[in-house]
């Protein structure tokens, strides 16, 4: 963060700066988040303390029970930890073109693709609004260059993508 010699006068080059776009990569494996400004591009941001690289944030969600879900390592750990009872879901982008699969259940509750994948990406936006003290509403997903070799079905994949990110509160979403 930059300092000033006063915290009493707002200045441009005393004033931190505030992402107004989030750049996610939404992996099958991974994902990782960097945030951008008109001004200035952000480091990726650590998402993941419990991560080797805590910039990487695993793809993987587990529910211990339908109101509870950790991510990433905690996912992984959590599952061990509960004798691996509960919902274990990783790999859950290879779904998005799949029309035939529309979600789970964690015991009774029904969860749509849409909501897991909103669930995952709310939890990315959540983390780095908390570390970059801001609330950012934009978002640039990065997408394979095909989700399907099919048009209709990678023009659906897409939607279900976009669905999901707006489900995760953000308002404007590019591809």
């Excluded at 109101?67 to 996912?75: N, Q, T």
């Excluded at 897991?116 to 394979?144: F, H, Q, W």
């Excluded at 990110?165 to 979403?173: D, Q, T, Y």
Aim: proline share 6%; charged share 30%; aromatic share 10%.
């Amino acid at each position: 963060s930059r300092l000033c010699n006063s915290a009493r006068i707002p200045h441009p080059i005393c004033t931190p700066m505030k992402p107004e776009i989030y750049a996610i990569d939404f992996g099958t494996s991974n994902s990782l988040l960097a945030a951008a400004s008109k001004e200035e591009l952000f480091s990726p941001i650590a998402l993941d303390p419990d991560a080797k690289d805590p910039t990487i944030l695993r793809s993987v969600l587990f529910f211990p029970d339908p109101s509870r879900c950790h991510f990433g390592e905690a996912a992984i750990r959590e599952y061990v930890a509960q004798d691996m009872e509960g919902r274990l879901l990783r790999s859950i982008k290879k779904f998005l073109p799949m029309r035939s699969f529309l979600g789970t259940f964690v015991n009774d509750r029904a969860l749509y693709l849409e909501d897991i994948i909103a669930t995952y990406l709310g939890e990315m936006r959540r983390r780095a609004n908390a570390k970059l003290d801001c609330e950012v509403t934009s978002v640039l997903l990065g997408r394979p260059a095909r989700f399907s070799a099919d048009d209709a079905e990678d023009v659906f994949a897409e939607g279900r993508l976009r669905t999901a990110a707006e489900r995760a509160g953000f308002k404007r979403v590019e591809f």
